[in-house]
């Protein structure tokens, strides 16, 4: 008898167990989790993590102001410092100007080749402290790719553990059935008695 729908596994026959039944089921339904929930999971959390990376990049820009500073020196010892995709940067002295007038100064990275009496832009947070600039555009699509890829990966890998399970005890009851009509049958096929 064949199926209408292509792949289906719907025969009435007397091998056919219960336990294939359902594995049939967990089959579509895990496939249908697959192709939809996985994504759209990854969607969702995608969308969060874009809107809480604008946030905290907004936060980050309204407490934190940029001002112009004169490279005074490098760090005693500093080693150029690389990270991820950026430039490289090596640790100087820099000095800057209140608006009151009073000079300050502070240690920060500044990009490499930059010498004393150079000018580069240092960010301070609201204590005055010099600190990392705000993330820009970039960062926040990389947060949000990585988030919703991680999303997406994290809900494949709970859909196939799931349908591993739900195999696996399956499997077990149709084992457990077979046994069961083994032990009915076999004394009609080797004439033993039970």
Partial sequence: MRSRVRGWRRRHGPLRRRSDVVEAWTVLAAA???????????????????????ATVQDQRAERRPV????????SDALPLTQGGRRSSTRMTVRWTEPG??????????PAGTGAGDTVEVWLDSRGRAVDPPPDGTAVWEHTVTLGVCA??????????????VRRAAMRRRLAE???EWARTEPDWTRRRA
Wanted: charged share 10%; no cysteine; hydrophobic share 65%.
């Fill in 32 to 54: 249908v989790l697959l192709f939809v929930g996985a994504p759209l999971a990854g969607l969702v959390a995608a969308w969060w993590a874009h809107d809480v990376a604008r």
């Fill in 68 to 75: 112009r500073a004169e490279v005074m020196g490098r760090v």
């Fill in 101 to 110: 007038g009073a000079w300050r100064t502070a240690t920060t990275y500044v």
């Fill in 152 to 165: 997406a990966g994290g809900a494949v890998a709970v859909i196939l553990f799931g349908h591993a399970v």
């Fill in 178 to 180: 077979w046994e069961l």
